[in-house]
């Protein structure tokens, strides 16, 4: 087929969002950046959001920008921090009394962290923070999420996900730290998680989806360290980065559209996946193995002492 007759992929915008009324979606990070556009939109298609976040100042700010652009808009905040374990069981055993959460959105993140620093539970904090602090809140939340009758888990993982350094190996980074490898194992980390997750919810109706938002300069640059790392930063901010309006588009879809299938990768379309209409994409390599699901899993169990309900047993 040639370039001519070949046909194109049709590009799918949030205008094709179907109304949310009804709905309620929980975004962690949901006070700026990803989250934050993730929340405006869906409440301008009718959802109610709960921004979480560690800051109830950062939070109650978020939530009035977002009131001060759309009044209608149903907005709630929650306190959570996801390097600490208390702080997420606390949030989501009131979240799991309290509520009907329709789409769980995993989205905060921390990357770059220059040295070696801990949670208050002693896990290295990328990882701590982007997937292990992500693994209690689903599995606290999970009465919450059984309780919609189409509830979707959208993890954002990153192309770092797809990196070498990724491997699941030495998970707290003992043995050896470097800044990127550890974002890179944590980001992987989120993909092995939700093809498990998959599994595991495969006959509850529930869907776990992955996606990564391509580049797009948010808060989490903010720990770039040294000349080299700021110019690239500098640089790449006026290139391949997008805004976080677009970096938003991947999770949206995930969650909204009715293409998108429990299991997913979902990245944009464009050169690089950097930007563009959202679609998946192949997963990294060996990311659905159910033995590398099945070790991440146990791992993450034991680490937080933190468990799913035991009716959710995955097919081997």
């Not at 700010?61 to 209608?72: F, K």
């Amino acid at each position: 087929m040639n370039s001519t007759t070949r046909a194109s992929a049709p590009r799918w915008t949030p205008d094709a969002i179907p109304g949310q009324h009804g709905r309620t979606a929980l975004i962690t990070g949901g006070n700026s950046g990803i989250g934050l556009e993730t929340a405006r939109v869906l409440a301008r298609h009718g959802a109610r959001v709960i921004l979480a976040g560690r800051s109830q100042e950062k939070l109650d700010e978020a939530a009035t920008e977002l009131r001060s652009g759309q009044p209608d808009a149903e907005v709630a905040t929650a306190v959570l921090d996801l390097g600490s374990l208390a702080s997420v069981r606390q949030a989501s055993r009131r979240l799991a009394e309290a509520e009907t959460i329709d789409l769980l959105f995993n989205n905060a993140g921390v990357m770059n962290i220059p040295e070696r620093r801990t949670t208050s539970d002693g896990f290295e904090l990328t990882f701590g923070t982007n997937h292990l602090g992500h693994f209690a809140l689903t599995a606290g939340l999970m009465p919450a999420l059984r309780r919609s009758p189409a509830a979707r888990i959208v993890t954002v993982s990153a192309i770092a996900a797809t990196w070498r350094m990724g491997h699941l190996e030495d998970l707290m980074s003992e043995r050896r730290y470097g800044a990127m490898s550890a974002y890179a194992k944590s980001k992987r980390a989120n993909v092995v998680f939700t093809q498990e997750l998959s599994r595991r919810l495969a006959a509850t109706g529930i869907k776990a989806l992955v996606v990564h938002p391509g580049s797009a300069m948010t808060n989490l640059q903010r720990h770039s360290q040294g000349a080299l790392s700021k110019l690239v930063v500098a640089l790449t901010s006026r290139t391949v980065m997008g805004s976080p309006e677009g970096a938003a588009w991947p999770s949206l879809y995930a969650a909204t559209s009715p293409d998108a299938h429990s299991g997913q990768f979902i990245a944009p379309a464009g050169r690089d996946q950097t930007s563009g209409t959202p679609k998946p994409v192949p997963l990294p390599r060996a990311a659905d193995d159910p033995a590398e699901g099945a070790f991440l899993w146990t791992e993450s169990e034991r680490l937080t002492g933190i468990h799913f309900p035991t009716d959710l047993t995955p097919p081997r």
